[in-house]
């Protein structure tokens, strides 16, 4: 297996494989972890560290990509993943995290919790999807670009400005049309109730 793609650094699903084996790694080596008595101590603080790691890495991805989840073990994911990147954080800063991907990630898991205790007030019976929470039209454009261009982050530069044209066009229909624009659901709730 190769840790990325070198020429495509974007390519989500070999990133994703690559923090899945992350993960798997970790699990079967609890026991020599929990060893407190090991005399490889530079190998156990390594597994540690791979353990921390590989815990922090499934509590933010796996509520996106488990499918089988509950929306309730998605919330409780998120909020294990806020709790422990901020003990990180607190710790070591910068060393840890940038400030701004710490704000970044903090902020979504915020918000998917705000957005789905005020969806349990308004409708509680109304599907929710933490895929829909996204509230920047930045993102929505980009979103749809992407999907245009067949996640190709190897396109000409005329690719990707035709890409943009045809997430402009679609963004117009849905301004139009917005009863068919499933991705603003939310949106348009957010807008309604001013919050």
Known sequence: MKL??????????????????????????????????????????????ITLLSALIESFLTPFIDTTLSLFDQIQYLSCYSHITFAFFHAHRRSFMSYQLYYDTQMAVKNVTFCYKKQQILDPNAPFYLGDVGN???????????????????????????CLEAAKDIDGVFK??????????YLRVLYRTRI
Do not use: W
């Not at 974007?10 to 008595?37: C, G, M, N, W």
């Open 176 to 185: 139009c049309h917005p009863d068919i624009d499933l991705v603003s659901c």
């Open 136 to 162: 920047d039209p930045l993102e929505i454009l980009f979103r749809r670009t992407h999907m245009i261009g067949g996640h190709n982050s190897a396109c000409s530069f005329a690719q990707a400005i035709n």
């Open 4 to 49: 990325l793609h070198p020429d495509d650094p974007q390519d989500v699903p070999r990133a994703i494989e690559l923090i899945l084996a992350i993960i798997q790694f970790s699990k079967p080596h609890h026991t020599l972890i929990s060893d407190s008595f090991s005399m490889d101590i530079d190998t156990r603080a390594d597994l540690k560290s």
